[in-house]
């Protein structure tokens, strides 16, 4: 899959400051992790695994620099299981952990946002689920960095608008995040005059069925007006909205084997590996996908601190596991974040909270920050 930036948009780093007027190493924050290392939500926690390790090291190598607490994780796997996410966060709570930091399982986190709360201990949470941040009244100790079904579908829609697109498919997980996007984007199409004339949502077997349905589209035939020739099938455009980048290269490939012909298009939740083998990335060869300018450091002139900064996380990146993966950004990000509120706020769970609500990063309610590649 070939990939270069064709928009960019601002995208914010945080970096903490700090004063210590003893020079004894001050002692360090604990940061609980609630990954799932095995189970159906293994594929994507492990990419957050290996990402916050990297970025540990990173972290605290300018910490330590700085005279600032180095940051200490506790890793526990939730199994992809939403109870034992919950027994996690329990432990968590009752430790010395400031804040903890829950990786890609949808489910897990929506099975946890209440004992948060209750428990008041800050959670970032990577999995992208609208219901994981929202209501943000009910969710006062819960952060999200992930993808955002509104912020996607506003950018989205203004790229298709400038390539043209009049007719859009849409092709989503068969979850809440897909029903959201499909709901979030017709909406924002519909401020440019284009128009969503299909959305299917892919479950289990019923790929293939989906696909061709949305690549067989046609529009309806005028009234009282004679069109010559058969209508090319398919809407200008197909999104793949997906929860996470598994389903993506297999639209992708679904797609092509439909014959479609049109432009497509992913969201950020479904954009993975930056180069991807085989059929699937031969599929997805000249898609164009929505996703944070890091994708494409190694293409950005680093003229910027934070440019710099995403640039060399990139290359250690791709140095230490040979291939980047989008959803290392939040991951990463999410050190950089409780760094940041830690040295605004202090380590205590309150005043950690209220800081990362004042930052500009990650809010209750989150906004998106990204940029186009194709």
């Known amino acids: 899959m070939s990939i270069a930036a064709v928009l960019s948009v601002v995208v914010v780093t945080l970096g903490g400051c700090g004063v210590f007027g003893d020079a004894r190493e001050p002692a360090p924050m604990l940061i609980g992790v609630d990954l799932a290392l095995t189970g159906s939500s293994q594929q994507l926690d492990e990419v957050h695994h290996r990402a916050l390790l990297l970025r540990l090291e990173q972290v605290n190598e300018q910490r330590q620099q700085a005279g600032q607490a180095r940051l200490e994780l506790r890793v526990l796997d939730n199994r992809s299981d939403p109870a034992t996410t919950v027994a996690n966060v329990e432990s968590f709570a009752a430790s010395e952990v400031s804040a903890v930091v829950a990786g890609a399982c949808v489910e897990c986190a929506l099975g946890a946002v ?55 498919g849409v092709l989503t997980s ?99 590996e930056l180069v991807i083998s085989g059929p699937p990335g031969q599929a997805l060869d000249g898609a164009r996908a929505l996703f944070v300018e890091t994708l494409v450091a190694d293409q950005v002139i680093a003229s910027l601190p934070h440019r710099v900064t995403r640039r060399l996380w990139f290359e250690t990146y791709v140095t230490n596991h040979g291939n980047f993966h989008g959803h290392a950004v939040y991951s990463a990000d999410a050190l950089d974040v409780l760094a940041a509120a830690a040295d605004a706020g202090g380590v205590e769970r309150i005043g950690l909270r209220d800081a990362l609500e004042s930052t500009q990063l990650v809010v209750s309610s989150p906004r998106f920050h990204g940029a186009v590649i194709t």
């Open 114 to 168: 209440d004992v948060i709360d209750e428990l008041g201990v800050p959670v970032v949470v990577l999995a992208a689920s609208t219901g994981v941040a929202e209501p943000v009244e009910a969710r006062r100790f819960v952060f999200q960095l992930a993808p955002h079904p509104s912020g996607a579908a506003d950018v989205m829609a203004l790229e298709l608008a400038r390539a043209g697109a009049a007719t859009v």
């Open 174 to 272: 068969d979850d809440e995040y897909g029903a959201d996007g499909a709901r979030e984007l017709a909406a924002a199409l519909a401020v440019h005059d284009i128009e969503l004339v299909i959305d299917e949502p892919v479950a289990g077997d019923g790929l293939g069925q989906a696909v061709s349905r949305v690549a067989a589209w046609t529009p309806p035939p005028p009234v009282d007006v004679f069109v010559p020739g058969p209508v090319e099938p398919g809407p200008d455009a197909v999104v793949v909205w997906t929860s996470t980048p598994v389903l993506s290269g297999e639209i992708a490939l679904a797609l092509v084997e439909a014959d479609f012909q049109g432009q497509l298009w992913l969201d950020p939740a479904a954009v993975g």
